[in-house]
């Protein structure tokens, strides 16, 4: 089984920051990784596919880079409705397996 | 407008059955391979299981966890997806949603609101 492993648990921020989110995976999965936002009481939505590739509707300041095993998503400028959590997901290998999660929340 | 619908969850004691249903709309359900994806309470997602369409086979695939105790079916004619959870423990306690991979090949584009299962004597 592949585990990511995201970091940091916890990001504080104040809107208009640069959010940095990493995502590492215990072996190599290609560019096959995911991010997804989920806020409370909501199922995730996904952001971000094949590593880089923006999920429709999704605006342009969520951007996603990296193969292999090392992954960011970067949020260029904070928004009030980007404070959330978010996981990254590998679709590589079976079990499909989900990251930890990062929390960003407001400074 | 593509939906998806979960039912099903409550309280079940340790060692109970319970059957979730996921009804959807708007979407070619035939050709859709659906997965199931839980949370436990303040916790990360976690893949359950998921069945091919039946013209790739229909068959299934199961998360450690849920392997011998969960199955996975669905009925193409009531465009429904089913998880069977048979031997429940406490640690089964989580929300379940129903997702699919709807315009993006391979990842979760399109989810349900999830149903609550929890398993407490």
């Known amino acids: 089984e592949i585990v990511l492993t995201q970091s940091p648990a916890t990001l504080s921020l104040s809107p208009g920051e640069r959010a940095t989110l990493s995502c590492r995976a215990s072996?190599?999965?290609?560019?096959?990784l995911a991010w997804y936002q989920q806020k409370p009481g909501q199922a995730p939505r996904l952001l971000i596919y094949?590593?880089?590739k923006r999920a429709t509707g999704i605006p342009a300041r969520f951007s996603g880079s990296g193969s292999g095993t090392d992954f960011t998503l970067t949020i260029s400028s904070l928004e009030p409705e980007d404070f959330a959590v978010y996981y990254c997901q590998q679709r590589r290998n079976w079990p499909l397996t989900f990251g930890g999660g990062t929390k960003v929340e407001i400074k | 407008e593509v939906r998806l619908v979960e039912s099903g969850g409550g309280l079940v004691k340790p060692g109970g059955s319970l059957r979730l249903s996921c009804a959807a709309s708007g979407l070619t359900f035939t050709n859709a391979w659906m997965s199931w994806v839980r949370q436990a309470p303040g916790k990360g997602l976690e893949w359950v299981g998921r069945i091919k369409s039946k013209t790739e086979g229909g068959t299934t695939d199961y998360a450690a966890p849920a392997k011998g105790r969960f199955t996975i079916s669905r009925d193409d004619s009531k465009n429904t997806l089913y998880l069977q959870m048979n031997s429940l423990k406490t640690e089964d306690t989580a929300v379940y949603y129903c997702?699919?991979?709807?315009?993006?090949?391979?990842?979760?584009?399109?989810w349900g609101r999830g149903t609550l299962v929890t398993v407490s004597s």
């Open positions: 997702t699919t991979d709807y315009i993006v090949s391979g990842y979760f584009d399109l």
């Open positions: 094949d590593a880089s």
């Open positions: 072996q190599s999965v290609s560019s096959y």
